[in-house]
């Protein structure tokens, strides 16, 4: 399955926007585990995903061509 | 009211004489006269906002100039809102200004919005914006979010229903604020002027828009914006059940913002007279917590060299002096430093972060 990635801010430092196959993933909180092994620098930042523009607020299933977005706090001014 | 003045937005198709009446009668706080703050209030006060309030403890210095619009060079030295006022006065003498020179605190944010029906925040640090984000959300007060990173930007509205849901905050996204030590790498990020000009330019329509119940405001979205690509993400928010607000004034009083004047941290951010004098005393270290490719380079007799990824090493191999006075480049990894330090060590040694770092304390360190 193919899903599009895209990032803010700092992450996308070192998360660039791109599709990735995700064979043995089928739902958001295992898609954390997942990239935080491939971006080790997610551990221990803060931010939070959205699938499709919407807030990720509990676990939820992913599907073909679906958008996540994952985006860090902003505090600047 | 001159309508001479609006005219060009009353004869708006879908703004008109009754839009323009309600930006009259509103009351709008601009929180931060910095980068987002200053395009924002230009364009508010130009708009008509009835009753305009700035809050603002700063002083204008020379590397705001790039960015806060407001301000022109003799201004340097002057109070933020000073400055904006009278240049805000001058620009529409039709509309009521209120300046609060002042750092927002749990003791008198909840006096101060009380007074406005809309606050915009343009603050630049995680403390005030946790703190406003509860004061509006105990308050139910619609807040116009607006923030900066790099080449991009957020912008938001809490606190406002859309007609599909109630109302979320801040919190509904981030729960908690981002530790100190949390912050990647000491030095500032820097920003394009012209970034935190148009975020803060959209927080102004954002806040008209809300005001004169005009198009569709973010209300529960957040949008994401890009100046490199012009590209544009809106998220919708949904309601969270991962943390606890407020709900009295008493609760909200009883919060922890970080504030340094109402919580102390058990260390010390100190200037460089005070490391004058600390230099003198007896039992004394100074470490320098950049990594070794940092410049510039001090002298190394002087200021023991211990990076940040090892310092963890360093407090467990221990060490005898009691007072120790941590050095980076821009003094925020120095603090996360004094954090670690200081659950090591607690009392039995004092523990001091140099503030603004080596930057900008430059002739100090780079005297002969």
């Known amino acids: ?66 958008i996540l977005a994952i985006m860090p706090p902003f505090s600047g001014g | 009211m001159s309508a001479e003045r609006y005219n060009r937005q009353i004869i708006l198709k879908g703004f008109g004489e009754a839009a323009q009446q309600q930006l009259l009668k509103a009351k709008v706080l601009v929180i931060g006269a910095g980068g987002l703050g200053c ?7 130009a708009a008509g906002i009835g009753h305009l309030g700035i809050v603002d403890d700063d002083t204008v210095s020379l590397s705001n ?18 400055v904006a006022s009278k240049r805000l006065q001058e620009m529409n003498p039709q509309i009521g200004i209120v300046t609060h020179p002042i750092r927002l605190q749990k003791g008198n944010i909840l006096d101060i919005l009380s007074r ?13 914006r946790y703190l406003i984000n509860d004061a509006c959300a105990l308050l139910n007060k619609p807040l116009i979010f607006a923030a900066v990173s790099g080449f991009e930007g957020q912008l938001a509205i809490f606190n406002a229903a859309d007609n599909l849901a109630g109302s979320t905050n801040y919190r509904d996204i981030f729960p908690v604020p981002p530790g100190k030590g949390e912050i990647p790498n000491c030095a500032e990020n820097g920003v394009l002027g012209v970034l935190p000009g148009i975020i803060g ?75 004058t004098k600390l230099r003198q005393q007896e039992s004394v270290i100074l470490i320098d917590v950049r990594e070794k490719h940092e410049v510039p ?56 972060s140099l503030k603004g770092g080596i930057v900008k304390w430059r002739d100090y360190f780079m005297r002969p």
Do not use: W
Request: net charge negative.
């Open chain 2, 297 to 352: 380079v001090l002298d190394k007799q002087v200021f023991t060299q211990v990076p940040m990824s090892e310092l963890n090493a360093f407090i467990t191999k221990g060490f005898s002096q009691k007072h120790v006075v941590l050095i980076c480049q821009h003094g925020i990894r120095s603090v996360a430093a004094a954090e670690t330090l200081q659950e090591k060590f607690g009392n039995s040694k004092k523990i001091y």
């Open chain 2, 201 to 275: 330019t959209m927080a102004a329509a954002e806040t008209i828009k809300l005001i004169t119940k005009t198009g569709q405001p973010l209300n529960n979205k957040i949008l994401n914006y890009n100046l490199l690509t012009h590209q544009q993400y809106i998220i919708n928010i949904s309601q969270s059940s991962d943390y606890v607000l407020p709900k009295s004034v008493a609760e909200f009083l009883n919060m922890e913002y970080q504030d340094t004047s109402e919580a102390p941290h058990g260390y010390e951010e100190i200037d460089t007279a005070a490391l």
């Open chain 2, 65 to 82: 100039l790039h960015r806060q619009i407001l301000f022109t060079t003799p201004d340097i030295g002057k109070l933020k809102t000073e």
């Open chain 1, 1 to 66: 399955m193919k899903i599009e990635i895209i990032s803010f801010g700092k992450i996308a430092e070192f998360i660039s926007d791109q599709k990735i196959d995700i064979a043995e993933i089928a739902d958001t909180d295992s898609l954390k585990m997942h990239l935080e092994t491939l971006f080790p620098e997610l551990k221990g930042m803060k931010y939070k995903f959205a699938l499709n523009n919407q807030l990720v607020q509990a676990n939820s299933i992913i599907n073909q061509n679906d």
């Open chain 2, 116 to 128: 406005y029906d809309y606050i915009l925040d343009g603050t630049d640090n995680f403390e005030s």
């Open chain 2, 39 to 45: 395009p924002a209030l230009q364009y508010l006060a």
